[in-house]
């Protein structure tokens, strides 16, 4: 039987006036379930970016609906001291473990250059400390990002990340034994279409796993002008094989209030939302919403 899913609902998604990041552009909203709580991440880019300021700087918060959020007074990770992320700090993914907090975050170099994957963990989440550089491409390659954590049906792990290849974002896996790695890179689990909305770009998004079913991929997919929709992709339970896609965007900005807005919806967490998926997600580069989303079929 045919499987497929679709929107139900749109929510917009805020975070409390006088926080750290009251006024900036926000985007990467990583939202996960504790218990009764909804905890966040979500990336800060200040408006408008100024040649000193950091690409980005990444905040936490906690909500009771999912929908608003009471941000924390300090930040969850800064820009430095090292090197590597010295420019800014991305595209936060958080994986809580018996133990640990680890939090898989895209660091941007001073000069704004390169961006790499880096891994900070620890028992609480007012305490990260960043521990490794997981993955970084060779010098003028461009960037990785954007990471998204997996286990497959056998206990290993899978690391997707986005990497520039050609002047275009493709979507790149890792595997592991664990989710702290050590990390292989494996061959890439798909590509581009070339007759349809993803043909040039392709970054990861949240992967959705339940009991009985092929666990499926909110990804990202653009045109070669940048045109960035929200697509599903499933996968075998070990990620080798591709069992179903999506022909058109799950999800498709609204039109823009300014014609100046970049036409971006772009894929960042999923949680349960009883019988529906809460897909949360970043609209024009600036602005936070959650879409419920069903699955139908099988």
Request: glycine share 12%.
């Amino acid at each position: 039987m045919t499987i497929t899913y679709a929107v139900e609902q749109l929510d917009t998604v805020t975070i409390s006036t006088a926080s750290v990041i009251e006024g900036m552009d926000l985007m990467s909203p990583f939202v996960w379930q504790e218990g009764d709580l909804y905890r966040i991440m979500v990336r800060g880019v200040p408006h408008p970016l100024e040649p000193r300021d950091p690409t980005g700087i990444i905040a936490r918060g906690e909500s009771r609906d999912g929908l608003t959020f009471q941000m924390d007074p300090g930040l969850a990770i800064t820009p430095g001291p090292g090197a590597e992320d010295l420019g800014g700090c991305e595209d936060p993914t958080v994986l809580v473990t018996g133990h640990e907090y680890l939090v898989y975050y895209t660091g941007v170099d001073a000069a704004r250059a390169q961006g790499c994957m880096i891994l900070a963990a620890g028992p609480d989440l007012t305490a990260l400390v960043k521990e490794d550089l997981v993955l970084k491409a060779p010098p003028g390659e461009g960037n990785i990002k954007e990471a998204t954590l997996a286990q497959t049906a056998a206990g290993d792990w899978r690391l997707f990340y986005e990497y520039a290849a050609k002047g275009a974002s493709r979507i790149g896996m890792a595997g592991g034994p664990t989710p702290k790695g050590p990390w292989t890179v494996l061959p890439n689990p798909f590509g581009i279409r070339a007759d349809s909305w993803d043909n040039w770009h392709l970054s990861t998004g949240p992967i959705w796993q339940a009991e009985g079913q092929d666990p499926v991929m909110f990804y990202n997919g653009a045109t070669h002008d940048a045109r960035w929709r929200i697509g599903w992709i499933s996968f075998s339970p070990d990620f080798a094989h591709v069992t179903g896609r999506g022909l058109e965007p799950l999800l498709v900005p609204p039109p823009a209030l300014s014609r100046e807005a970049t036409d971006i919806a772009f894929a960042a967490s999923a949680v349960k939302a009883g019988d529906r998926i809460a897909l949360y997600y970043s609209l024009e580069d600036r602005m936070l919403r959650r879409a419920l989303i069903g699955r139908y079929g099988g």
